[in-house]
C-alpha cells in the first residue's frame, strides 16, 4: 500500500525510534496474511479475516497484546499517542486499537483498530461476550452503551495465556 511516496514493505512489527508514517495513517493486511500469524512462541493465533492496523505513538511502554487507548495528555487534541488500558469502561472514542506485539516507551509502531486480534484478558471473560477496557490493558466482559470495543471469539487463556481472540471494531 503506497503512503505519499512512501510503500510499506517492512514487517507491521516493526517499531521505530521516529515517526516514520504520519501518526493515524492506516493500513489493511489481507485476511491470508491474518490466517498465519502467530505468537512469539509459534502457536497460531487462529484470526480469519483482513484487518486494519493504524499507526500510533506508544506515550508509555505496550506490552504485547495491550488494549490501547488515547493518554490523557492528548484526548483534547484527538491525537494517537496511546498508552495501556488504565479502567474499566472507557468511552470506546477514546479506545484506539490493539498491541499485537510490544511497542516501547516514545517509541512509534502500528496496532490493530480492527478485525479480529489477540488481547489481554480479565479472568473469566468467554466466548461471545461483548468487551470493552480494563486495567493493565486488558479487555473484560461487559453491555454498557458506549464502551463496547468488540467481542470475544474465545475465553481466556485462548490463544496464549492471559488472552483472548476478539474481533474489535474501533471508531
Given at each position: 500500500m503506497a503512503y505519499g511516496n512512501q510503500v510499506k514493505t517492512d514487517a507491521l512489527s516493526t517499531t521505530y525510534s521516529s515517526e516514520v508514517y504520519p501518526l493515524?495513517?492506516?493500513?489493511?493486511?489481507?485476511?491470508?496474511?491474518?490466517?498465519?500469524?502467530?505468537?512469539?512462541?509459534?502457536?497460531?493465533?487462529?484470526?480469519?479475516?483482513?484487518?486494519?492496523?493504524?499507526?500510533?505513538?506508544?506515550?508509555?511502554?505496550?506490552?504485547?497484546?495491550?488494549?490501547?487507548?488515547?493518554?490523557?495528555?492528548?484526548?483534547?487534541?484527538?491525537?494517537?499517542?496511546?498508552i495501556q488500558s488504565d479502567a474499566a469502561g472507557d468511552n470506546n472514542l477514546d479506545v484506539v486499537g490493539v498491541a499485537q506485539h510490544a511497542i516501547g516507551l516514545n517509541e512509534y509502531g502500528w496496532i490493530v483498530c480492527d478485525g479480529e486480534a489477540v488481547v489481554n484478558a480479565a479472568a473469566g471473560v468467554t466466548a461471545g461476550l461483548f468487551?470493552?477496557?480494563?486495567?493493565?490493558?486488558?479487555?473484560d466482559d461487559s453491555t454498557a452503551a458506549g464502551t463496547l470495543l468488540g467481542k470475544a471469539l474465545s475465553a481466556t487463556g485462548t490463544p496464549v495465556s492471559g488472552t483472548i481472540r476478539a474481533r474489535i471494531r474501533l471508531p
Open positions: 493515524g495513517t492506516v493500513f489493511v493486511q489481507s485476511a491470508d496474511e491474518v490466517a498465519a500469524a502467530e505468537h512469539t512462541d509459534g502457536t497460531a493465533l487462529g484470526l480469519s479475516g483482513d484487518r486494519t492496523w493504524i499507526f500510533v505513538k506508544a506515550i508509555a511502554a505496550l506490552t504485547i497484546y495491550d488494549c490501547c487507548i488515547i493518554s490523557a495528555a492528548d484526548t483534547a487534541t484527538g491525537s494517537f499517542g496511546v468487551i470493552d477496557t480494563h486495567t493493565g490493558g486488558q479487555v
